[in-house]
């Protein structure tokens, strides 16, 4: 009989754990063995709606899994959109630290450490079978699958895994997704009626969401923050999604039963958690708790209770960052080495460590630019705006297909919302500081409150120590050839220190830096040239020398300078930096150059209307576009914008 590597390694790594743990956990006279896990990753769900964290949806599955495993209360993601999270869950690292996967769909390098496949290739090294049902959706470039995964497919399951291997299967319940609320429809079932489970995931993992109607969540049981406006509409949007979370609670029932009848409960590590946090209005894409915070429960089988932070049925405080944490915990805990490039800490195992804060990102959204960094303590979340001029409220073609924000922005138009609804549309402050404890719904910024002084110091402290270990690459424009974990990694090409200084001095939006700002347009380094002319932008008119910056845009070499001096340019009503922006949208041949004059003509708002020929061409497909056609998207929502018509539409 032939036996392949894999085999050996795991039955030499069976060998040391039996020698050193004989007799623990167990009653029959036989080896322990290497703990399986059961992954069960709900999409879109944030901490806030499910039962045991005090949420209104009825999760009995979930509940029960935390009677006997442990919860943790202070979970977060890295992101809150799924590409740059799930970047992080295959590759423990930071999706910042390897631009563009900080941006949402995009391809960003892998560290070289990880040999151009996901972390789970150090696991199947060590005799691991390793499953993925089904969702990928990685944000990585050049990843190969088949030494990431056994099996990646809605088929994958850990029962095929061969005689004696210990298994790690990941299931992707997908009814949560935010897609599912573009179908939903009046909760117009019966009061009390169950959501149905659907029986042939028994057979086949469900790889697209499925509408439901009715369900145990009505209308009228909902909360609606205050932050957007409580309407039939949004409390229907919240009810139908409460009951997708019902249906996803069912889902995992019948994981976990498939565990019982195998009879591998026992051996088994689950966990419970998902990609960010959920899909109601200023949530999923958003720093905020809603978007961010996330349940994370496990449960330890009886043959590994050693591999447990505490006893089962209680609960842990200390801050989480489940993406970049997964990881270094799950292969640590199973006695393997954690390699050096990744930023996780472990929650889990015989190496448990720990940090005071968990640390999040924003940059694009689908065909929306943002540049967002959140610190979060138990207590406090500190959040750091670097493009403050741009409201929360961004058109993002998918995110107005839930009628809840089509609503909330006609409201918006009409002048119909009171203040903490309205600033959903507004500008942002450079910095945001919440009591989260106090302040639940952070509505309440306490910025500026002198006795949160020192809070605020240690916040920003700690946001700028954390970009600064993570190499955190969002400073780089999208396309710029600093981009990339290696790249980026030249004080040459990115010397990020200064650049957190020229941007920190842009964000504070004040004309005494202005004479800093000239002089930084004519430093050696392009990222360093894009953040002061982002300063000349964000101080408005105070910036304007129309007659030198044409000089200096004819003269730089860089297209991403050249974009927002242009926008600086148009802000004065200089029509030439409008013609450079909507020859760039048409015309320039990089896509991302594309994208990023679009959305550099839809911040100009009615400053923009010398461009409207060349958005009508771009916004029927005529020219150049991504594989994703975001350019085209964007064009059309500012033509719209500037000729009426696009205000309730998706």
Partial sequence: MSVSRRQVLSGGAVAGLAAATSGIGRTEARPRRRPNFLVLVSEDCGAQHLGVYG?????????????????????FSAAPVCAPSRFAMITGVAPESCAPANQMRAAG???TELNGAGWTQFLRDAGYYCTNNAKEDYNAAGLDLRRTWDESSPQAHWRKSPPGAPFY?????????????????????????????????????????????????RPEDVRIPPYYPDTPTTRNDAATYLNQINQMDSELAFRLRELEKAGLADDTIVLYLSDHGGVLPRSKRFCYDSGLKIPLIARFGRAVPHLAPDSPGSTIDHTVCVSTDLAPTVLSTAGLRVPQCMHGNRFAGNEQTSSEY????????????????????????????????VP??????????????????????????PDAQARFWRPR???ELYDVSADPDETSNLVARKEFTDVLSRLRTALDTHLIAVNDNGFIPESDPAEGYVESRSARAYPLEEIM?????????????????????????AVMRYWAASGLRLLGAAAHENRSLRAVLAAEPSAHVKLMLAEVLALAGDRSGVDHLAWAMASHPDGW???????????????????????????LGVGGSEPMPLTQTAATHTLGALEGWSAAIP
């Fill in 358 to 389: 968990a640390f999040g990102m924003r940059n694009r959204m689908d065909e929306r630019y943002d540049f967002v960094r959140t610190a979060r303590s138990k207590r406090f979340r500190y959040i750091r705006n670097y493009m403050p001029d």
């Fill in 109 to 111: 390098a892998l560290p």
């Fill in 55 to 75: 949420g209104r949806a009825h999760t009995p599955t979930i509940d029960r899994l935390a009677a006997t495993g442990i919860r943790w209360t202070h979970a």
């Fill in 169 to 217: 299967a990941v299931f992707n319940p997908t009814m949560t997704h935010e897609l599912a609320m573009a179908f939903a429809v009046p909760a117009s079932a019966p009061p009390g009626v169950s959501t149905p489970y659907l029986h042939e995931l028994a057979r086949i993992h469900a790889v697209a969401p499925t509408p439901i109607v009715g369900g145990p969540t």
């Fill in 593 to 619: 150059v594309r994208l990023q004059a679009a959305n550099a003509l839809d911040r100009l708002g009615q400053r923009a209307r010398p461009a409207l020929p060349t958005l009508r061409r771009v916004s």
């Fill in 429 to 431: 402050p450079a910095e």
């Fill in 501 to 525: 200084r020229i941007a920190s001095l842009a964000i504070k939006r004040d004309v005494a830096n202005l004479p800093t700002f000239r002089r930084e347009l004519h430093h050696p380094n």
């Fill in 392 to 417: 929360n409220g961004q058109h993002v073609q998918f995110m107005w297909l839930q009628a809840g924000y089509r609503e909330w922005a006609v409201r918006n138009q009409r002048g119909a919302l």
